[in-house]
């Protein structure tokens, strides 16, 4: 079938938008990925504090505190 040059270049630029839209839409998955980690990390990290605050309330060791919330001695210190 015979095509015009009209029509390569649409399929041409059909191809190049399709391929960027893709790209884009990898871009946001990346990102929401990352953005859920980083939360999640940062959840974690706050539940860590609250522990190592009642831990030191009860009279825990600060080494045993950062041992057990993977914290480090100097972050539960200045929990104190």
Known sequence: MFRTAQQVKWD????RDFAI???IEKGI???I???IE???EKV???NSIEIAKALLADG???SQIAKCTRLSEE???ALK
């Open 75 to 77: 972050e539960v210190a």
């Open 21 to 23: 839209e893709k790209g």
């Open 60 to 62: 825990i060791p600060v």
């Open 29 to 31: 998955e990346k990102g």
């Open 38 to 40: 980083k939360a999640s």
């Open 12 to 15: 041409e630029q059909n191809v």
């Open 44 to 46: 974690k990290y706050q």
């Open 33 to 35: 990925e990352k953005g």
